[in-house]
């Protein structure tokens, strides 16, 4: 056997553990950076039980300022280049009357800040409810500027629930509203 072919195939063989080291070095450097950057990263919802402090937030349908009631509360925020946003239009709409009726407040904070002209919302009974919220407010209520997003807000202004629009919790309250809803209809035709 030739030793010159010998100590090339060694050779090669040393350059490839070392450069499957270094690779593999570098990909655990950048794993751990990816690490640290979720832990660094906001928490998606807020603790049930998050005091939320008054805040003023303005109509977007006519300018007036507006604040968090002594009722109960539901803050959505959608946005304008959501279409998973846009399809939850029906559902609020529907939610409407339910909320109304056992006096609960329905906010839907646009995070695009857009007129009310030129909102999704604009054809919307919804445009009513609409609001924009301080920047600095949206980051403490909504750290991640989610969207579709709510808060469930207590009469005492005690976080109740928050998420992602379609989970447990606001599949819940969407049942409770149901019930709210079947149950007037039931009163009108008594």
């Given at each position: ?13 040393i350059l ?12 655990f450097?950048y794993?751990?950076?990816?690490n ?31 604040a ?28 409407l ?6 006096d609960v407040?329905?906010?839907i ?16 009974p919804?445009?009513?409810k ?8 949206i ?7 989610a ?5 469930l807000i207590?009469h ?26 079947k ?8």
């Open positions: 056997m030739d030793y010159f072919l010998l100590h090339l195939i060694l050779f090669s063989l490839s553990v070392i450069l499957n080291l270094s690779l593999t070095l570098h990909l450097k794993v751990r950076l990816l640290k950057e979720k832990q660094d990263a906001p928490p998606l919802t807020l603790p049930p039980g998050y005091i939320i402090e008054d805040f003023k937030a303005r109509l977007i349908n006519g300018n007036q300022i507006v968090l009631e002594n009722n109960s509360s539901v803050i959505v925020f959608l946005s304008e280049k959501c279409g998973l946003c846009r399809s939850k239009v029906p559902q609020l709409e529907f939610l009357p339910a909320v109304e009726k056992v407040s329905l906010w904070n646009l995070v695009d800040n857009v007129s009310a002209k030129d909102s999704f919302l604009s054809e919307s919804l445009i009513n609409a609001i924009s919220i301080d920047k600095e407010i980051r403490t209520l909504n750290p991640r500027t969207s579709p997003f709510y808060l207590d005492k202004k005690e976080l109740q629930a928050s998420g992602m629009i379609g989970d447990d919790n606001w599949n819940s309250f969407i049942e409770q509203m149901e019930n709210i809803l149950q007037n209809k039931a009163e009108h035709h008594e």
